[in-house]
């Protein structure tokens, strides 16, 4: 499988936004975006199953928001009034066969992208 491919990272000020992308190589069914910051375990934080049902983990409710284009195989996260405690390497995953909920787990996902780096200062 081809990696999905993350783009849009970069430095923000605090209360600031930036729009994630990604891109996969053949239709996914089911996405997910995934932070780790240094020194911390990688956790889920926003996914959006076959049927187009978004989850979000709690630090991101109401500020980040996923979409996908199935047409053109991509996935987005339009992050809003970042803050400092968001600064991490945010990852794109995807699953090529049909899903439903459970997309901030990893385990749901077979493909994972390199990461682009988000940071928020203060």
């Known amino acids: 499988q081809v990696q999905p491919v993350e783009s849009g990272g970069g430095s923000v000020q605090s209360g600031g936004s930036l729009t994630l992308s990604c891109v996969t190589a053949d239709r996914s069914f089911c996405m997910g975006w995934f932070r780790q910051a240094p020194g911390k375990q990688r956790e889920g934080i926003a996914g959006?199953?076959?049927?187009?049902?978004?989850a979000y983990a709690d630090s991101v409710r109401g500020r980040f928001f996923i979409s996908k284009d199935n047409t053109k195989n991509m996935l987005y996260l339009q992050m809003n009034n970042l803050k400092p405690e968001d600064t991490a390497m945010y990852y794109c995953?995807?699953?090529?066969?049909?899903?439903?909920?459970?997309?901030?787990?990893?385990?749901?996902?077979?493909?994972w992208g390199q990461g682009t780096q988000v940071t928020v200062s203060s």
């Open positions: 995953a995807a699953r090529h066969n049909y899903c439903l909920y459970s997309t901030l787990f990893e385990e749901r996902f077979s493909d």
């Open positions: 959006i199953d076959s049927d187009d049902r978004p």
